[in-house]
């Protein structure tokens, strides 16, 4: 059952809203996703969905900032690793945000599919940030070298695939995912 | 100029069609562009390219699969060649059909991003066609292991991501990103 309407505070009926939102944005796609759906899963009313999100894709421009913000807090690498470790440790945490957050994290992804320019911006604004802080830790040129660059942007996409991909079918263990993007990395950053 | 709308046999206007439109798709996103343009483009009225095409969506589908056709034909491994020389024979060849055709190209990967869900299905089989013959270079089982169709999927992926990149911004040689490609498919397909 969805909570009453009167029972929330507002931070806790936005964040109830982004939750919910998730849900039917990681199953649907964005275009069979009607507002009034995400109201009635609410237990809210329609009007009172635009108040806080001002519509469908207010709402779902919310959902991918807070999904990129978690995924880069949880996946924030430890100064203290070595760096294939470092790269292990975030890939794990990587993960376990994925296996929590199936939803959100197949929204994200869905949203990079948008043919909307502004929502497809903010998937890549998340998308850029990964790639700073991996390039940060692989170079001290800022910015990095651009033979770098492609390579980090190029294993993004391979990680996001393979991700995708294995939620749908986990058709092998989440430490060979985990390896097979390590060493994919490793590969991809060597120098010629 | 175009050509006036008379001076083509039907072979020709289809593939004038196809190029013309191609150029449109890939220049612009599937929503921006108008049926009106790429007849006024191709010099031919709106009823002749709808005789054709029946519209927008059948003239991108076409688009898609004679993309998707020409690059399995530009790229069809040479069995002669040892597993490494092939790979890279191959990718020689698909980054030159990049070259010659980076409408097309950007094009079809415009269409994965598509909305309609029969469009992205053509660029899927395309990709999977990839994959299939990828596989059975690496692989005597038939279906290939789950690890390896992982890691080819996620493969083409990093292909894709870092040739669109490269074509916007060449910062680094061919040759270079051609071997980018061949180490990062050397890893993913490593055995653990």
Redesign the interface.
């Known amino acids: 059952m969805a909570p009453a309407q009167q029972r929330l505070d507002p931070p806790s009926r936005r964040e109830h809203l982004l939750t919910v939102g998730a849900k039917l944005f990681g199953e649907h ?3 069979d996703v009607w507002i009034e759906e995400v109201a009635r899963e609410a237990g809210v009313s329609r009007g009172l969905l635009y108040h806080y999100y001002a519509g469908k894709r207010g709402l779902f421009a919310a959902i991918l900032g807070a999904e990129g913000k978690k995924l880069a807090a949880a996946t924030k690498p430890d100064p203290s690793l070595r760096p294939v470790e470092r790269l292990r440790a975030s890939l794990d945490a990587y993960l376990d945000y994925v296996q929590e957050n199936p939803d959100g994290y197949r929204a994200v992804h869905r949203g ?4 909307d ?1 502004e929502l497809r911006a903010i998937v890549q604004r998340n998308l850029d940030r990964q790639a700073r802080r991996i390039l940060s830790a692989v170079s001290s040129d800022d910015p990095a070298p ?2 770098l ?3 980090v ?10 991700t995708l ?2 939620l749908d079918s986990p ?2 263990s989440r430490e ?2 985990r ?2 993007c390590v ?2 990395l ?3 950053l ?1 120098a ?1």
């Not at 990079?112 to 043919?115: G, I, K, P």
């Open positions: 796609a964005y275009d990079a599919l948008s043919a320019a651009k033979a660059q492609l390579a942007h190029g294993w993004l996409a391979f990680v996001i695939a393979t991909r294995w058709t092998i060979q995912l390896e097979l060493r994919t490793v590969a991809a060597q010629e």
